[in-house]
């Protein structure tokens, strides 16, 4: 398999697992003290703590020198008020790497039952996150919970993780513990992660045995006007919708869009659930963060699909921890992807008339 062939994929594949079972267990114990509401008004829970915890010590001691773009930091949990929330991370991320050795996971990855950690050890692992990013040099990029509103939700949310080396991401791994193994079974078994490695190609693995169970090849289909579909946000503050709509509209899409959460899009797409990923921005001058779309855009790219911006742009994982100013992002099949283009160009333009005619 391909993950057991290379180290680094096989770490990335292990450590996402692990963080997904966290994530899985907390949900169901998840109690209305574990989630903060952040500076930006979205919410962080101790889902997104303890599985930043649990990857970035890893990271830490697979990959010492290794920078990490990681969404979350612990300064919260450093303050008085945070020590309930610090504890129960603590508790949460230590049984998480604690945990028995599975078939391709190895003890000097720092997992097992002799490898716990103590409380100021997970707090820096988590800080670890802080990298700023930039042009060049190897970095990590994750998002420990993309989704956290999916997630509280019982909905689609993904552990997401890629390495990027001079601003081109190298490996993608996306852990989705809810996504259904086969989307023609939607009430079937849930839980898959998914691997893309440059020039290696994009798989699927199977969540409870990624490193040593069967993994599947994924290939963006063809889609006629009549099967493609628009894979969008379900949060309205997150994409133009209505943007979308007109969108689909050009382009004959007839097939009601797919409403999810997080990269499990991304995901979705690689493996043809969909056929368009269209994310518009809403215009409140929101940038797009690195770790929300390097591992999906590797997802796409080995699956043979295209990513780029809303205007065809290449988008630019070397600029910091966001992507700069916000275009949106399209990715598709390569024919979709050229012809998703031209009708967000058109509809962008009957969009500036329009307010032109208003007088804007
Ligand atoms: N105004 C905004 N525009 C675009 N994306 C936003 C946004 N506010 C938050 N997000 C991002 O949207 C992500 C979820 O993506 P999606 O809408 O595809 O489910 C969030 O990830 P987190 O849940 O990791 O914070 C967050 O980073
Ligand atoms: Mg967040
Ligand atoms: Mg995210
Ligand atoms: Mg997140």
Not at 316 to 342: C, M, P, Q, W, Y
Request: some cysteine.
């Amino acid at each position: 398999m391909l993950a057991n062939a290379l180290r680094p994929a096989s770490i990335a594949v292990a450590a996402v697992r692990r963080a997904c079972v966290l994530t899985a267990s907390v949900f169901n114990k998840l109690v209305k003290q574990e989630t903060l509401t952040k500076d930006d008004k979205s919410p962080v829970t101790v889902g997104d703590y303890s599985a930043q915890a649990v990857i970035n010590t890893v990271l830490g001691r697979t990959f010492p020198s290794d920078p990490i773009v990681g969404e979350e930091d612990a300064t919260d949990l450093r303050t008085p008020s945070g020590t309930v929330l610090r504890n129960r991370i603590v508790e949460l991320a230590n049984e998480t790497l604690t945990a028995e050795l599975q078939p391709g996971e190895k003890e000097e990855w720092g997992l097992g039952p002799n490898h716990s950690r103590t409380a100021d050890e997970l707090l820096d692992a988590i800080d670890r996150g802080n990298y700023n990013g930039g042009r060049t040099g190897r970095m990590w990029t994750l998002d420990p919970i993309d989704g956290t509103k999916g997630f509280l939700r019982g909905e689609q949310y993904a552990v997401c993780l890629a390495l990027i080396v001079d601003s081109r991401v190298e490996l993608g791994v996306m852990g989705c513990p809810n996504l259904p193994v086969n989307a023609a079974d939607p009430t079937g078994a849930r839980g898959c992660i998914f691997l893309a490695v440059r020039g290696q190609g994009a798989y699927q693995l199977p969540l409870s045995n990624p490193l040593a169970g069967p993994a599947e090849r994924l290939a963006i289909p063809a889609f006629s006007a009549e099967t493609l579909n628009l894979l969008e946000s379900v949060e309205k503050a997150h994409a133009k919708l209505s943007f979308n709509e007109r969108v689909a509209q050009l382009l004959g899409i007839t097939r009601a869009p797919t409403r999810m959460d997080s990269q499990a899009k991304y995901c979705s797409l690689a493996r043809g659930d969909g056929g368009v990923y269209l994310r518009m921005p809403t215009g409140v001058g929101y940038k797009e963060k690195i770790w929300d779309h390097a591992p999906g855009a590797i997802l796409v790219e080995e699956a043979g699909g295209v990513i780029t911006d809303s205007r065809g742009e290449p988008l630019d994982f070397g600029l910091g921890r966001t992507l700069g100013e916000n275009h949106g992002v399209v990715a598709a099949g390569k024919e979709v992807h050229s012809k998703v283009i031209k009708a967000v160009k058109r509809a962008k333009e009957e969009e500036a008339k329009a307010e032109t005619a208003e007088g804007h």
